[in-house]
């Protein structure tokens, strides 16, 4: 039982390049969504997702998109990258109906975009 | 004003002292409430959930007061391992479907 699976680990990429982060999990969670960590900040929200084909815009949105194509898999896609988007992602998924369970979280992704 | 304010930190303690965390939400929608653990370039890691009636796990106690919209947690006789920022985190009953957290407080343990 893996968990939340996250990949790549490290990435950089030049202002302007696209990439996709995957997040996968192989617990069958309704929820997934996605954060970003930056210093002093705390975990934001960028867009989550209640179940496959449902997804929806989080606190900081832009210059990000989703999508849910199965359960398991939630990518996070970056469009057109940008130095502000250097940041720790990270994905988290819980059950459906289980509101005091917790999310369980990846590993993370640390990105620098230059 | 954020929707989950906690203590700025850092805390540097003695191994052994007793160390209580305050955190306060904004959002009276909010349904479940959290305390997670996140050590340096790790992810967040659930510590416990808190409950109106207060929970104990071992040596950790959360507390939630619904009326003061207030989340505390409390550790007795810290050790070196519990060094690490610990987050608070609500989860609304209506609207978005994921957690809001607090920027977390730094706690460091001393020998």
Redesign the interface.
């Known amino acids: 039982n893996a968990g939340v699976t996250q990949t790549p680990k490290f990435q950089v990429l030049k202002t302007g390049q696209s990439m996709t982060l995957q997040c996968a999990q192989d617990m069958n969670h309704e929820?997934m969504?996605w954060?970003r960590q930056d210093p002093?900040?705390?975990?934001?929200?960028i867009h989550?997702s209640?179940g496959a084909g449902i997804t929806?815009q989080?606190e900081v949105p832009n210059g990000y998109n989703v999508s849910r194509s199965t359960t398991e898999d939630f990518p996070l896609r970056l469009l057109s990258a940008a130095p502000s988007q250097t940041s720790v992602y990270?994905c988290?998924s819980r059950p459906e109906g289980q509101?005091?369970?917790?999310?369980?979280?990846?590993?993370?992704t640390r990105l620098t975009v230059v | 004003r954020k929707e989950v304010e906690q203590d700025p930190g850092p805390f540097n303690v003695p191994e052994g002292a007793t160390v209580a965390f305050n955190c306060t939400y904004s959002n009276s929608a909010s349904q479940s409430f959290f305390w997670y653990r996140q050590d340096c370039r790790k992810e967040p890691k659930l510590l416990m959930s808190v409950y109106s009636s207060g929970n104990e796990d071992g040596r950790f106690t959360a507390q939630l007061n619904r009326a003061s919209q207030y989340i505390s947690l409390l550790i007795r006789d810290s050790k070196l391992s519990d060094s690490a920022t610990y987050l608070c985190v609500v989860n609304k009953k209506t609207g978005r479907r994921a957690l809001t957290f607090g920027s977390g407080t730094r706690l460091q343990v001393q020998p």
């Open positions: 929820y969504s954060y002093g900040m705390g975990l934001r929200l989550y209640v929806d989080g990270f988290a509101a005091n369970y917790g999310y369980t979280f990846g590993s993370g």
